[in-house]
């Protein structure tokens, strides 16, 4: 991995780092480049990793941020040999499909989640479809999310949604904020099931629907599904890969 391409985030922390590294060993365009070195959050860190979906070139992040769940730890010495014993593992997103009351279409990819939201002040009521077969008639609530499970951790935690190991070959359906029926926690999907979303009453209950940064707004269904022709790959350092940090995850206090 000798060519580096070295992106940074817009703080003063991450762009001092990417100078400084920079000056030691260069900087290759990002599509000239074996490795994208990224410094600063778990959010830019989610950007440069849609970036590669379209290109096959690893991500190694270095923490210039704050939580930095997806990075590791910052060090300037020795980088090509951290590069060349980096571990890799291979994300796979999800694909939403987004047809708007006005029958508009969108698309867009998403490795933490896709999550519907209502917009205003009334609950959302929306029909949960998964493989052709409804599943719940009516789930009234603030939102609902399908989440990968390197995303479990994120925003479907947050949501009292389960903490997916990467193997387990699985998709959360968490809902937001459920109100009917009260008690619904969600489910655990296969990561082959077609999700259907429909919004009921949704001109009085107007939905958005947002697959990682990018919003859909007035839906009126949201189809999602893992996409496993598109992939990108991030590499941390031995023995601390995604796959423990996920185990992990769940012991923290």
């Not at 290759?28 to 490795?35: C, G, L, N, Q, R």
């Not at 593992?89 to 990819?109: D, F, I």
Request: charged share 20%.
């Amino acid at each position: 991995m000798t060519r580096i391409c070295v992106l940074a985030s817009p703080t003063d922390l991450a762009q001092e780092a990417r100078a400084r590294l920079v000056a030691r060993f260069g900087d290759a365009p990002f599509t000239a480049s074996d490795v994208v070195v990224c410094l600063g959050g778990d959010g830019f860190m989610l950007e440069t990793l849609h970036r590669t979906l379209t290109c096959d070139v690893p991500v190694y992040g270095m923490n210039c941020g704050s939580v930095g769940f997806l990075m590791n730890a910052f060090l300037e010495d020795d980088l090509p040999g951290r590069l060349a014993r980096a571990q890799g593992v291979v994300l796979h997103p999800l694909r939403m499909h987004a047809v708007t009351r006005s029958g508009v279409v969108e698309e867009a990819l998403a490795l933490n989640e896709v999550s519907l939201l209502r917009q205003l002040r009334q609950t959302a009521k929306i029909r949960i479809t998964i493989d052709s077969r409804v599943r719940l008639a009516e789930l009234v609530c603030d939102g609902v999310l399908v989440a990968t499970p390197a995303g479990s951790t994120a925003y479907n935690l947050s949501a009292h949604g389960p903490i997916v190991p990467l193997s387990a070959n699985l998709l959360p359906l968490t809902p937001i904020s459920a109100f009917r029926p009260r008690r619904w926690r969600g489910a655990l999907l296969p990561s082959t099931a077609d999700v259907l979303f429909e919004i009921l009453e949704g001109d009085k209950r107007p939905v958005s629907a947002v697959a990682d940064f990018t919003e859909v707004r007035d839906v009126a269904s949201v189809a999602i599904s893992e996409d496993r022709s598109v992939k990108t790959t991030i590499l941390f350092d031995p023995d601390q890969g995604l796959s423990e940090r996920i185990v992990a995850e769940q012991f923290t206090v």
